[in-house]
């Protein structure tokens, strides 16, 4: 089942397409993160303002160098130590869609480690975009089942992958890193 559902996210993403999918933390909202149009439609069906910044999620982080112009040394401790899910706001962001970088150049990236997202990252060979499957300004969802049904009707694929879980769950520590190594906590 957990093949099958890889492949069908598997197709939607290399289609353009929008999936919405359990993470390493909450349920998500995600698509190709090198393509434009794609993101687009994210920021569409969450109706979120295009300069509000979006999680990238990738594999392994030896694939931070294809979409980072500089990483600190300390980010690879940082990823190899964090007891819990870690996204870190690297700056001057590359061969990433416009869309998903933000204002300043920067990009949050986590290196995911998830029975669904880590090989649905291998498949795809490319980052993919994670949001919260909320509508902008609402509450993130815990549960698959707290999900609006205004957001699994606008998404081109819902993955039938821990719809029943009820582990608690929470969105992931965000910190700032900056090309000398300081970092900064935004949400703890």
Same mark, same amino acid.
């Given at each position: 089942? $957990? *093949?099958?559902?890889?492949?069908?996210?598997?197709?939607?993403?290399?289609?353009?397409?929008? %999936?919405?999918? +359990?993470?390493? !933390?909450?349920?998500?909202?995600? /698509? =190709?993160? !090198? @393509?434009?149009?794609?993101?687009?439609? &994210? $920021?569409?069906?969450?109706?979120? +303002?295009?300069?509000?910044?979006?999680?990238? $999620?990738?594999? &392994?982080?030896?694939?931070?160098?294809?979409?980072?112009?500089?990483? +600190?040394?300390?980010?690879?401790?940082?990823?190899?130590?964090?007891?819990?899910?870690?996204? %870190?706001?690297?700056?001057?962001?590359?061969?990433?869609?416009? @869309?998903?970088?933000?204002?300043?150049?920067?990009?949050?990236?986590?290196?995911?480690?998830? =029975?669904? /997202? !880590? +090989?649905?990252?291998? *498949?795809? *060979?490319?980052?993919?975009?994670?949001?919260?499957?909320?509508?902008?300004?609402?509450?993130?969802?815990?549960?698959?089942? =707290?999900? =609006?049904?205004?957001?699994?009707?606008?998404?081109?694929?819902?993955?039938?992958?821990?719809?029943?879980?009820?582990?608690? *769950?929470?969105?992931?520590?965000?910190?700032? $890193?900056?090309?000398?190594?300081?970092?900064?906590?935004?949400?703890?």
């Amino acid at each position: 089942m $957990l *093949r099958d559902e890889i492949n069908k996210a598997f197709e939607v993403l290399k289609s353009g397409g929008v %999936i919405l999918y +359990p993470t390493d !933390t909450i349920w998500g909202i995600g /698509c =190709d993160a !090198t @393509n434009p149009e794609a993101v687009d439609k &994210v $920021l569409k069906i969450k109706n979120r +303002p295009a300069e509000k910044s979006l999680i990238v $999620l990738l594999d &392994v982080d030896s694939k931070l160098q294809s979409y980072v112009a500089e990483i +600190p040394d300390v980010a690879y401790d940082l990823i190899e130590y964090a007891e819990n899910p870690l996204t %870190i706001i690297f700056s001057d962001a590359k061969n990433l869609a416009q @869309n998903v970088i933000n204002a300043d150049g920067s990009v949050g990236i986590r290196i995911v480690k998830h =029975d669904f /997202c !880590t +090989p649905l990252i291998q *498949r795809f *060979r490319k980052p993919i975009v994670s949001t919260s499957a909320n509508l902008s300004g609402q509450p993130s969802p815990k549960f698959f089942d =707290d999900i =609006d049904s205004e957001i699994i009707n606008a998404v081109d694929y819902v993955v039938d992958f821990e719809q029943e879980n009820r582990t608690s *769950r929470k969105p992931s520590t965000i910190m700032k $890193l900056s090309p000398g190594g300081q970092f900064e906590f935004i949400r703890r």
